[in-house]
Nanobody, 116 residues
Framework: QVQLVESGGGLVQAGGSLRLSCAAS????????MGWYRQAPGKQRDWVAR???????NYVDSVKGRFTISRDNAKNTVYLQMNSLKPEDTAVYYC??????????WGQGTQVTVSS
């Protein structure tokens, strides 16, 4: 079990950028997948992006071309670079990690607010 701590959220105007970080308490080398979900007020938690151990990535259609997920294994950190932000991107963003043969680990979330 690793602890995940997100940071980098905040208030930004539409069209702006933020970079979220997800720092793990231990090595992420063994994590099959790491990624991000988000939850807007009154809505369910939705998947946003993931990065596999081998480095391949996937994104939900609504963020393709605007968000980029990356991982730095040496720093045990996963990043979500968010550009061209829109008000509909406003949500709490949660980092997750999928270790082999064990339950998913979640971070506590970081708030992103995009003003119009």
């Amino acid at each position: 079990q690793v602890q995940l701590v997100e940071s980098g959220g905040g208030l930004v105007q539409a069209g702006g950028s933020l970079r979220l970080s997800c720092a793990a308490s231990g090595s992420i080398l063994s994590m099959n997948v790491m990624g991000w979900y988000r939850q807007a007020p009154g809505k369910q938690r939705d998947w946003v992006a993931r990065i596999y151990k081998i480095g391949s990535t996937n994104y939900v259609d609504s963020v393709k071309g605007r968000f980029t997920i990356s991982r730095d294994n040496a720093k045990n950190t996963v990043y979500l670079q968010m550009n061209s932000l829109k008000p509909e991107d406003t949500a709490v963003y949660y980092c997750y990690a999928d270790p082999p043969f064990r339950a998913r680990n979640w971070g506590q979330g970081t708030q992103v607010t995009v003003s119009s």
